[in-house]
Every structure is written in structure tokens, then in C-alpha cells.
């Protein structure tokens, strides 16, 4: 049975740890529990080496870039910067690569750049943003007047994982507060967490069940309403046994896809074809298939740094929840990023022909072979921006491409920066150090 932990259960906890908020500071905020130990490490001088720098801003040091042009129009920021663009196309290379760029370090001067924007990929798990996008949608119509209470309610409202958060390989991190312990494992059926832990489970670790356990609570809140906060988890899955696959099917489909199209993203642009785990499927069907676009998944990003994803409010949250502090890999793994805070999504999707080629590795598909990364990077001195890459390089894990790029279009956008005065000119770029790598 879904419980409301509010003040009863959390008070004495809070009361101890007063000093801890979000992100890394996120514990008492959000209730989630890896966050605790981490803070607690670095407030105890502990040695913590699995993130850099750049992980470590508080939850007032997360702010919204574009909240100042939210009246702009879209269509009218996405447009090439001739020279900008000229200059991205050099470091593309080839053309299994898509590329969207918006500089956003002087917000009166923007400049975006693209190579291939509208070619569509499937996006494999930079879709979770999209259940992360309907879940905070479904919450404004379910406590339209206090987005207090729709935080309460992601901290305080716990759900289990049942055979919907089952059968994928991604481990999720389970703290133990009272003996301090860290375990990392699969999601099993009888797991249970509040959904504000499940969306960290969801975008920190990419775990597939957490996204079809989020993605079945937003379609119970679209069911139900205001009356979801009061739901049973035996109501909730009578309500899947009960009504027709078909329109299950089509409100899945609805809830994911449906707050894309009122942010002006097309269905070419963008869309979520159905669950991200098999079991999901006994009830939930597929529809549509899934594809994303460089230009499709920049507009959603810049609507966020507008602050006009839901709201205001529940575009910073969903901010905060892409603030990567956990391992970075792949485009976020470059070291010119390690002083940056980064708000990041990767995901991928392979397929191999092993009669091609018995040895097809994982990550290397010879049929198709996805690799996506969106990233907004904020850059002590100043310097800020957006990049959304998309590749299908067959037969090569492209983990490397994408760090090396990163790299590269950090370089450019820095050098194009230089003489901003909106720059600290105070900061020292640490590769100045004699670093070198």
C-alpha cells in the first residue's frame, strides 16, 4: 500500500541532518537516500573520487539560464549562426553524427549551430526524460494550486517495483542509512521507494525498471487524478487488469507524448513509442515506435532553461534531477568538463547480426548501433551551453567519439568566448596548470 511518509516518519531524521538539502545536499528535500552519503562524506572530508568538481553545487546554485527570454519564441532562438555553425561542422566526423549547439553564455547574444538537426534516431534512454517530463506534468493537474505538495508528495508517496521494474541489467544504489551501507543491484518486485527515488533511479543510474515504475505511476495519476495520492498499489494494479489493453495503450502513448506537442515538439521531432522494460508489456502495449532529433530534444532543453517546461518551478526540479552526481561517462566523461556542472542524459541502442560477425560487441552493433547525448555544461567562468549529439557509427562503441568531441566543442566554444565580458576574468582554466590530458 502506497504510504505518505510526510513529517511523522521523516522528522526525527531531518531534525539530525538539518544541513541536508539538494543536490548533493539533496537528502532532506527529496528523501533520497544516496544523496545523504555523499553529502556526509564531503561535510567529513572523506575522500569521494567517483565524481569531480563540477558535481558538487547546492541547490540554490541551480538556476534557470533562459527564465529572463522565456517570451522568445523557439523557432526564433533555433536558428543558425552562420559562422557558429560553419565552425561545428569542422569538428563533426562523418556523417553518422547529428549535432544540435546553443551558447547560451551571453543570454542577449545566443548562438545555436547544427549539422543534420532534424535526422532521426532511436533515442534508446534519453527518453527517460520524456517519463520524467509526464510525471511532473500529471503532478501540477493532480495539486494544481501548491507545487509544495506535488514535492511532498514525490518524497513522501512510496511505490513497489512489482514485475514493471523487473528484467533489466542497470543496478540501482541502495543506502542503508543506519549502518551506513552502500549496495548496488539489480530492481527487484519487492523493492520499494519513494518516486522521488525511483526518478533518481530512473536519470542518475538510467535503470530501465525505475523509468517503467515512473512511467506507470504517470499514467495512474492521469488516471486517477487528484484521488492518485490516496491509491492503493492492489487498486492501482486492478486498474490495469481491468481496462482494455488497447486503451492503456493509447493513454501510455498520451501521457509521454501529448506534454512534448504542447511545447511545439513535433511528433518527428520527438516521441516515446511505449515501457522501457518486457513485463511492462502484459498490459502496455507499444505505439508509434520511438525517434529523436538533435532539434526536437534542443527545444526541450532550451524550453527548460525557459522555465516553461510545466512551470517555472518544476522546470528547475527537473533541472536538479539532470544534475549528474553520480559516474560520468561517455560525452560527459571529458575532462575539460570536470570543473562544469553538467545536466546529462545518455542513452543507447544496439542491434547485432552475430552471423555477420560472431564477435559483435555490446555497444558496437553492426545492424544499428545508437549512441545519444544531451548535455547542458556551466562552466565556472561563465560560460554556458547546450549540446545535443546523436550518432549510429556501426561496429565501434562511440563512448570515445562522443568524450573526444565534448572536448572539442568545449575548445571552440571557449575560444569563441574569450573576450566576453560576461566571463570571470579572475578564473583559471586548470589545463593551464601543465595537466595536459
Not at 548562438?111 to 532521426?120: D, L, P, T
Amino acid at each position: 500500500m502506497k504510504k505518505l511518509l510526510y513529517v511523522a516518519v521523516f522528522l526525527c531524521i531531518i531534525i539530525s541532518f538539518g544541513f541536508i538539502s539538494y543536490p548533493i545536499d539533496g537528502y532532506k528535500r527529496t528523501g533520497i537516500k544516496r544523496l545523504y552519503q555523499i553529502r556526509q562524506m564531503q561535510l567529513d572530508s572523506v575522500k569521494y573520487t567517483r565524481i569531480p568538481a563540477g558535481a558538487y553545487k547546492m541547490l540554490d546554485e541551480i538556476k534557470l539560464n533562459l527564465a529572463n527570454i522565456k517570451e522568445d519564441s523557439i523557432n526564433d532562438l533555433l536558428v543558425d549562426n552562420a559562422e557558429f555553425m560553419r565552425e561545428v561542422k569542422r569538428l563533426i566526423p562523418g556523417g553518422a553524427y547529428s549535432v544540435a549547439v546553443m551558447d547560451m553564455t551571453d543570454v542577449n547574444n545566443l548562438k545555436y549551430a547544427s549539422h543534420r538537426e532534424n535526422v532521426g534516431y532511436q533515442p534508446g534512454s534519453v527518453g527517460k526524460i520524456a517519463v520524467l517530463n509526464a510525471v511532473f506534468t500529471q503532478m501540477a493537474k493532480v495539486c494544481p494550486n501548491s507545487f509544495q505538495d506535488r514535492i511532498d508528495y514525490l518524497k513522501g508517496i512510496e511505490v513497489s517495483a512489482r514485475y514493471w521494474g523487473t528484467g533489466d541489467h542497470h543496478t540501482v544504489p541502495i543506502y542503508d542509512m543506519e549502518n551506513d551501507r552502500l549496495t548496488k543491484r539489480r530492481v527487484r518486485a519487492d523493492d520499494k521507494f519513494s518516486l522521488f527515488e525511483w526518478l533518481d533511479h530512473m536519470v542518475s543510474v538510467s535503470n530501465n525498471g525505475a523509468a517503467s515504475v515512473m512511467y506507470r505511476e504517470a499514467m495512474l495519476m492521469a488516471a486517477f487524478k487528484e484521488d492518485y495520492v490516496n491509491l492503493t498499489e492492489e487498486e492501482g494494479e486492478r486498474y490495469f487488469k481491468e481496462t482494455p489493453r488497447d486503451s492503456l495503450t493509447n493513454l501510455a502513448n498520451t501521457v509521454v507524448n501529448e506534454p512534448l506537442r504542447e511545447l511545439g515538439i513535433t511528433e518527428d521531432d520527438w516521441r516515446l513509442g511505449g515501457m522501457f522494460t518486457r513485463p511492462a508489456g502484459k498490459y502496455v502495449g507499444r505505439k508509434g515506435g520511438s525517434i529523436g532529433t538533435p532539434r526536437g530534444l534542443m527545444k526541450f532543453l532550451v524550453k527548460l532553461e525557459q522555465g516553461k517546461v510545466v512551470d517555472q518551478e518544476s522546470s528547475l526540479e527537473m533541472k536538479r534531477l539532470l544534475y549528474l552526481t553520480d559516474r560520468r561517462i561517455r560525452y560527459a566523461r571529458s575532462r575539460k568538463l570536470d570543473s562544469a556542472a553538467v545536466y546529462f542524459k545518455s542513452g543507447s541502442y544496439y542491434k547485432c547480426d552475430r552471423e555477420k560477425n560472431p564477435d559483435c560487441k555490446s555497444y558496437a552493433g553492426n545492424v544499428f548501433n545508437y549512441m545519444n547525448s544531451v548535455i547542458i555544461v556551466e562552466h565556472p567562468n561563465g560560460i554556458k551551453y547546450i549540446v545535443c549529439l546523436m550518432s549510429n557509427v556501426l561496429n565501434k562503441n562511440s563512448a570515445g567519439a562522443h568524450m573526444y568531441l565534448a572536448s572539442k566543442i568545449d575548445n571552440l566554444i571557449t575560444k569563441n568566448n574569450d573576450d566576453n565580458e560576461v566571463l570571470n576574468e579572475n578564473y583559471k582554466d586548470p589545463e593551464d596548470e601543465g595537466d595536459g590530458n
